[in-house]
């Protein structure tokens, strides 16, 4: 089963690897999600997968006897939930006010912090008066 789920977060990571070096924004957005859903399934494997009793010591006990299920993954998978939750409406906020501003969600057209082209810059010149 643990074969099967590395098997199936290496694959996540591969298609959320795939959609990051999209150009199309919202493809970005979507290998986000894919990539928050990869790293918490990473995070539970790496928990090992097991069937055994809650880590609830009994009263009258210091400790637990025999094998228990560990907490910490589920922990540090709430806490991954949440981080890429965040991520994820600050890249649709960062995407929404892009698209606001430029109309487009094609990477290759977004030239607002880039100069201006020469033959842009000759066609201004042309419309100025002398």
Do not use: W
């Not at 694959?11 to 790293?39: M, P, Q």
């Not at 991520?87 to 990477?107: C, G, H, K, P, Q």
């Amino acid at each position: 089963m643990e074969l099967i789920l590395a098997v199936v977060s290496g694959l996540l990571f591969a298609a959320s690897f795939y959609l990051l070096l999209r150009r199309n924004l919202l493809r970005f957005v979507i290998g986000i999600i894919i990539l928050g859903n990869a790293v918490n399934l990473l995070i539970f494997t790496m928990g090992r997968l097991t069937r055994e009793v809650p880590p609830v010591i009994p009263y009258g006990q210091k400790t637990i006897e025999g094998a228990y299920a560990n907490p910490l993954p589920q922990a540090l998978i709430l806490t991954a939930i949440v981080i890429s939750f965040g991520l994820l409406a600050f890249t649709l906020v960062l995407i929404y006010r892009n698209y606001t501003v430029s109309e487009t969600v094609d990477a290759d057209n977004l030239m607002a912090s880039e100069p201006k082209r020469d033959v842009d810059l000759q066609t201004e010149d042309k419309r100025l008066p002398a």
